[in-house]
């Protein structure tokens, strides 16, 4: 049994971000991002909702009811937070690349057309989070998903007894130009490292009998 208390993590506080795709990547967890990404600002404390979901089907056999081996069949990567500033880039996303415009030069009116034909709006996708267990240990995580796309909208209710918010889903797309690569995590916490020694085999346990 390995119980160690000090490696649970909170996250207290963080924010999303989103920029055009093709921006570099992070180089770290801690450095502030540069003027290309866009914060989400506030959302509601249930903060991020992280989903992976692998669909699989297992292959059928006359002989045998177990499976020899299982197909692929999907991979699902989303994010969903509920935001709570009604500004630019949530109107925007929660939209599908809604723009507002001024109507007229100085007149401080704008307005915004909301397309009958519903198109892609690909965006980089920053999930940002920080845990801080006392003034001398903080821990910084951080998502970085190079292309995704608004997969899902709540319903926004818009009343006077609560701020109106935009519940929003995204969906990592496939990477393009030949990469594997869906999402990276970057981090200063050593507790993702395992420090564990290695199983011995069978074989090396017959080898030190």
Partial sequence: M???????RVPGTGELSLAQPGVPEPTDATTPLTTAWRGLGLSTPDGVTLSRKVEKEGTEHWQQLTPARYIYKS???????VFQETKAVVLGAYFGGLTFTETTAGSKKYRAAISSVPKGDIRALCVDWTDQISDTETYHHRLYIPRAEVSETDEAQWSRSQEARWGITFAALAPTGGSTILAVW????PAVIDTTP???TVADDLEHA
């Fill in 186 to 189: 970057l981090t200063d916490d």
């Fill in 198 to 200: 290695a199983t011995l």
């Fill in 2 to 8: 390995a119980i160690n208390s000090a490696l649970v």
């Fill in 75 to 81: 991979q699902e990567l989303t994010v969903k937070s």
